[in-house]
Structure formats: C-alpha cells, structure tokens
C-alpha cells in the first residue's frame, strides 16, 4: 500500500460527458501527480501541484484541468470525453524527497469511455 | 533531460538472478538514476535510487559504474510475482514532474 488513494477505481461513461477523478496524497505529501497511461502505451506525465499551486505542465490536454485542494487532495476533471480518452489515469504523489524522483503512486482509476 | 534505452523484454526462470541494464549516455551531472516496477492494472512502484556505485536495499540492487553512462539493475533469485514491467529513469533534484516512463523492460519469470 503506497498510502495514496484514488477514487473512482473503475468510471465507465458515454462520449461527450465529464468526469471527476479523486486522489489524496500520502500523509504529509505537498506534491501531486497526474499521469495517464492508455492500453500499451508509457506513462504519460499530465500535470503536477505543489502545496495547491500548479508546478509543472506536461501533454494535458485543454479539455482536462486539475486543482489541489487546501487539504492537499487533488481532482483531475476530464470533460467532453472522447473514446482516446479510455486509459488508466494514476495520480502520484512525493514529499520533499520526492524531486529526486521518488513518486509513490495509487491503484489508478481505470476510465472507459464508450 | 537524458534519454534511457533498455531492452524491450526478459525472460528469466524462477530462482535465477536478473540483470536489467538501461543506457542513459548524456546523464547530467546531478541527474540520480530510479528504477520502477509495475503490475498489470496498477500504479509503478520505486524500488531503488542511486547516484553512482552501488546501492542495495532488500529486493533489489542498483550498479552504477564510474562514468555513470549505464546502470543495471539487479534482482536476485526472482520468483514468478518478479514479472512485471520495469522502468529506468533518469532525472535531476526538481524534474520530477519531467521523468519519462517510456516503455520499460517487461520481465517475464517461468517456472
């Protein structure tokens, strides 16, 4: 168990809908990560916060946003979905230590888009 | 950032020891080398970090050699839950968010 919690583990959803995915970080973790990882593909690095502010931005597209939260957890809104967008989306997170790359990932929320 | 290149797939018997090797020739200076595992259907997993020589911790070590352009990766005795995919990366103190995954090695144990 890496102490991080995701929610839902499994969204099955229609093309066009929105959905929200959930993570709380580690206890104590000031940084969170969202990646996304479709069907054989690699680990694509989405967007990272740092103590609720937006510290780095990779392939996200403009119709996913994220925030964290005061209490640290954070929400990826994924919006006007496409059937592309059916991937595993995992959320990490890392303490201080962590910028060395030390990443301590959830379960995933497993997306299907139909 | 430096760029990592290891072997698509192994295939190593129950109780051998498995050698990953990953190749990252323009490392930077204050780049640190981490390995990852991951399982099918869920999130990767850190196993061991390091900056130069050899690290070990109790499942894996790390051998880096002195001019830091490879790191191997060593697993001793692998048993079958071994098999799983395996990620090098390579990245300096606040590039986190920068480290890529790419494909990673896929071990597969048989008995």
Redesign the interface.
């Known amino acids: 168990d890496?102490g991080?919690t995701q929610t839902p583990k499994h969204l099955i959803t229609a093309t066009g809908q929105r959905v929200t995915l959930r993570c709380s970080p580690r206890s104590g973790d000031l940084?969170v990560?969202w990646?996304q990882q479709s069907l054989d593909?690699?680990?694509q690095?989405l967007i990272?916060y740092y103590n609720g502010e937006e510290?780095?931005k990779?392939n996200i597209l403009e119709r996913f946003s994220a925030q964290q939260f005061p209490d640290l957890h954070s929400e990826l809104n994924l919006s006007s979905l496409e059937l592309g967008d059916s991937a595993?989306y995992?959320c990490?997170s890392?303490g201080l230590g962590?910028?060395?790359?030390?990443?301590?990932?959830?379960?995933?929320s497993?997306l299907t888009v139909l | 950032l430096a760029k990592t290149t290891q072997p698509i797939s192994m295939d190593s018997y129950e109780g051998q020891e498995v050698n990953i090797t990953c190749s990252h020739n323009n490392i930077a200076t204050n780049d640190y080398i981490t390995w990852y595992q991951q399982f099918p259907s869920q999130g990767p997993r850190f196993i061991i970090q390091g900056y130069k020589t050899k690290v070990t911790n109790e499942v894996a070590s790390l051998f880096i050699p002195a001019d830091r352009k490879s790191s191997t990766l060593s697993l001793p005795r692998v048993s079958l839950s071994d098999t799983a995919v395996y990620y090098c990366l390579v990245g300096a103190p606040g590039t986190a968010s920068k480290l890529t995954f790419g494909t990673g090695t896929r071990l597969q144990v048989t008995l």
């Open positions: 890496s991080v940084s990560y990646y593909q690699g680990l690095f990272q510290r780095a990779g595993l995992f990490a890392s962590g910028n060395t790359g030390e990443l301590f990932f959830g379960e995933g497993r």
